[in-house]
Nanobody, 127 residues
Framework: QVQPVESGGGLVQAGGSLRLSCAAS????????MGWFRQAPGKEREFVAA????????YYADSVKGRFTISRDNAKNTVTLQMNSLKPEDTAVYYC????????????????????WGQGTQVTVSS
């Protein structure tokens, strides 16, 4: 199993950038598809981005496409979410998820299909 731990959140002005990292303990990180989800106050948790085990395919929510980039380094057991051109509506707690048994769309967009997740990191974008 893996235990994701997020870092890199903070406060940034609109138009700025942040880089979130997720470190996942365990020797089998490369066996897991990874995803980022976010939850704003009073809203349901929503899909942001996902990457398959090899890193060969990535998926994005329409709201972040062209602004966010997900990547992974299987040698370092890390997955990264580079967020550019941030908007106030990107404000949320961002969670890193790991999925052992799924690797395709649209399953990767459903948090209930994942097996492990972290405690989240707060991202606040001021206008």
């Amino acid at each position: 199993q893996v235990q994701p731990v997020e870092s890199g959140g903070g406060l940034v002005q609109a138009g700025g950038s942040l880089r979130l990292s997720c470190a996942a303990s365990g020797r089998t990180f490369s066996n897991y598809a990874m995803g980022w989800f976010r939850q704003a106050p009073g809203k349901e948790r929503e899909f942001v981005a996902a990457i398959v085990r090899s890193g060969g395919s990535t998926y994005y929510a329409d709201s972040v496409k062209g602004r966010f980039t997900i990547s992974r380094d299987n040698a370092k057991n890390t997955v990264t979410l580079q967020m550019n051109s941030l908007k106030p509506e990107d404000t949320a707690v961002y969670y890193c998820y790991a999925a052992r048994w799924i690797s395709s769309w649209p399953l990767l967009s459903n948090p209930n299909q994942y097996d492990y997740w972290g405690q989240g990191t707060q991202v606040t974008v001021s206008s």
